[in-house]
């Protein structure tokens, strides 16, 4: 993919690997538009980062996606890229009698239902651009359940699912299909759960988002940084022995919150 001459839209852009992409592509000369829901984080953005578009946007309404796609297509018409990148991770012990039904499928409306109405949305304008492209920010964890995070596996194994099936169906077009599958990263969706991961298992998010980019560039759809790559491999090999490894304390880190409830 040629970058510097793209415009490139980016849900979730004002932290982490969000916000990564777009200082990268930025400084590559690409045009950047970013989404998120907090303003007050938009504002912040918009101020480290002067040449970024902002647009406050929950990727969990479908109504907010469809206003989105008329101010977006209407002011940046040459928009040719599409990055899912808005995500969620939460701890859920599922024994909790208190979670809420309604709240529980929360990760699964942004992580999930989110990309897919975003695609279905933006495809047709996609669809007419001479090269496009849609990147899936999926996680290594689409590749083994993390039994800490129950949801938000599921949502990353589904979203990985419905990327290569919208790979295959669009295998005809000018739109190409990427998938970014993360490692663990030192962001903050990741800070709830540094318990869980050592330190030097969390990877840099600037180096992450550089390999991610360099693979774009190089139109490698499937892009694994660090650790991802080994899980994909032990995912294969031995998928009983990497389930194990992401199950440690996940008994004791519940057992101990329900005995301090
Ligand atoms: N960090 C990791 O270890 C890791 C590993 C693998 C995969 N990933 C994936 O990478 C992606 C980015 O994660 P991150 O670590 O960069 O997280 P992060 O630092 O928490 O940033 C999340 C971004 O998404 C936005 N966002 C959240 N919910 C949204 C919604 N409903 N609508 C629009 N924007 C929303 C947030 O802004 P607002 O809160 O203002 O909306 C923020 O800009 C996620 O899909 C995550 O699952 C992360």
Do not use: C, W
Request: no cysteine.
């Amino acid at each position: 993919m040629d970058l510097r001459n793209s415009t490139i839209l980016i849900t979730g852009g004002t932290s982490g690997f969000g916000f990564e992409f777009a200082t990268q592509l930025l400084a590559l000369g690409s045009t950047v538009l970013i989404t998120g829901r907090n303003q007050a984080k938009l504002d912040d953005t918009k101020r480290r980062l002067p040449s970024v578009h902002t647009f406050q946007s929950d990727v969990s309404d479908p109504a907010a996606i469809r206003q989105l796609y008329q101010q977006v297509t209407t002011q940046f018409p040459a928009l040719n890229i599409l990055i899912n990148n808005a995500g969620e991770m939460r701890k859920l012990d599922l024994q909790d009698p208190a979670l809420d039904l309604h709240d529980i499928t929360r990760e699964v409306e942004i992580n999930l239902s989110g990309p897919i109405r975003m695609v279905q949305q933006f495809l047709p304008h996609l669809s007419t651009k001479k090269t496009a492209a849609i990147l899936n920010v999926t996680s290594g964890i689409a590749l083994s359940p993390f039994p800490l995070a129950p949801v938000y596996g599921g949502t990353k194994a589904g979203l990985r699912s419905y990327t290569q099936a919208l790979r295959v169906q669009l295998q005809n077009t000018p739109v190409k299909v990427f998938e970014l599958v993360a490692p663990a990263a030192r962001t903050p969706l990741a800070d709830p759960f540094s318990a869980a991961l050592e330190d030097n298992m969390l990877m840099d998010p600037s180096k992450l988002i550089a390999h991610a980019i360099k693979s774009l560039q190089h139109d490698k759809l499937e892009i694994y940084p660090g650790m991802s790559r080994l899980m994909r491999i032990m995912s294969r090999l031995a998928p009983g022995l990497l389930l194990s490894q992401m199950s440690k304390g996940v008994t004791e880190t519940f057992t101990q919150a329900r005995t301090k409830a």
